[in-house]
Every structure is written in structure tokens, then in C-alpha cells.
């Protein structure tokens, strides 16, 4: 796990941005794993400015709210065409995004699957992480064998997402979400992750014991994981120091 320390999100952000416009350019026909929330809006607005060529790309999201319609503006569809999509030249056909009405869910999510497969596996993974652990929404005790599936929100996620909401009884108890299997199937994960209320997840995320009880420290087992933290979010971390030496040291060849 590469562990890449910035000053402030914003610095933290166009690392991120880098790492997925060097993919883009590099491979115009990738299949890019995206991700929804807070944390992501900075990152599409940079990744917009950059001007890239979307035409090509292939996108699945990781999640979606069951019973809320695409158009309801907190449903994660709203989320990626009112912050990314619209503004760049993708192919509608080539965008994918749980279907949060589906009438059949578990055929629904392994259709989803197929597609994933079909499309030659995802290149790169965005990720956030949850205040106690998510990835995507693997709550804790999520199997870290899970494939896309319907799963029931905590307490906590209720609590953490009933800002987007007019008030927390708003926020759909249910949702989709691809599993922690199918974001370790991805060939390199970019998790991202701002402010004193991650730290304590990012801690235990990377430095903790691999353990269903906090998702995102089935991340230890993939082989290419860059998880992107300004300072806040990095002030638990024990190796903190080890990780910006280690940053500061590197080739030229391997710098972001
Ligand atoms: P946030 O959400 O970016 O809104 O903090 C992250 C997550 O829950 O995965």
C-alpha cells in the first residue's frame, strides 16, 4: 500500500487526479471504477478541467440507494451526471451505475458483475472510506469475499449521509453496492480520504488487523493500492513519518 501524505485536500485531490489522467491518457479505452460522496465532487471538478478524452472510457460506480430514482437528486446517478458526466464526452452507453429500482436485486447485481467482467475487469478503483471503515458500502462485518449485492446501511452511514438529506428518516436504509471481492479484483485501487474524522479509519485501514469488522482493511491484501490523505486524515497513522520519507525518496520514474 503506497501511502501518499499532502498538505491540504486540495493538494491531495490533483495527486489523485494525476494518477487517473496518466490512466486516461495512457489507455483511452480503460474501464474506470468511480465513486460517489464528498470527497469526490473536488476530484471530478479537476479531472473536468483537465479536458480529457471520456469517449472511450468504460465506467462502473460502486453504489446506489435502493427505492430512490435515478433523477431524486441524492441518488448517486444524480450525483455522477451533475458532477462529472454531463461535462465531459463519455458515451452514455458505456456508463454503469447500480439500478437502485430494480426489480429483481439479485439479478440485477449479477448482471452487474457480468458486465464488470465482460468490460475486462476494472483498471483503476476510486474509493472513499466510511468514518468506521467502508469501502463502497461494505459495512462492517461485510464478507471480504462479497460480490455486488444488496446491503442494509448502519447507524453510522445513516448518521454520515443524512447531510446530503433534508433529515436522517430521508436517508434509503437499503442499497447496492459492488463487494469488497469485486473492488479487489481491480487492478489498482485509489483510495481518498480528507479531515480528522477519517484518521482513525485510515489507521485501521492501513496499519490495523485485516479483519470484516472494518472493510477497508481488506485492502491490505491487494497488490496496488495508492491511498491519497492530507494531514488530518493521516494523523493517526504510526508509520505517518515512514510514508512521507519513502515519498520523498522516490525515483523520478515512479513520481506521480
Ligand atoms: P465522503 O464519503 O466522501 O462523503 O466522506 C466517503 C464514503 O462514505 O465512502
Sequence with gaps: MEIIIQPTPEAATTIAARVLARLIREKPAATLGLATGGTMGPLYRELVALKLDWSRLTTFNLDEYVGISPQHPQSYHHFMWENLFRH?????????????????????????????????????????????????????????????????????????????????????????????????????????????????????????PITAMHPASALQLHSKVTVVLDEAAASELKMQDYYRWVYEQKPDWQKI
Excluded at 433534508?166 to 437499503?174: D, L, N, Q
Design 88 to 208: 465531459v464526452n463519455v458515451s452514455i452507453t458505456n456508463v454503469n451505475i447500480p439500478d437502485g429500482l430494480a426489480k429483481d436485486v439479485p439479478a440485477a447485481c449479477e448482471s452487474y458483475e457480468r458486465k464488470i467482467s465482460s468490460a475486462g475487469g476494472i483498471d483503476l478503483q476510486l474509493l472513499g472510506i466510511g468514518t468506521h471503515g467502508h469501502i463502497g458500502f461494505n459495512e462492517p462485518t461485510s464478507s471480504l469475499a462479497s460480490r455486488t449485492r444488496i446491503k442494509t446501511l448502519t447507524p453510522q452511514t445513516l448518521r454520515d449521509n443524512a447531510r446530503f438529506f433534508a433529515s436522517e428518516s430521508e436517508v434509503p436504509h437499503h442499497v447496492i453496492t459492488m463487494g469488497i471481492g469485486t473492488i479487489l479484483e481491480s487492478r489498482h485501487c485509489v483510495l481518498l480520504a480528507f479531515g480528522k474524522k477519517k484518521a482513525r479509519a485510515i489507521a485501521e485501514a492501513a496499519e490495523g
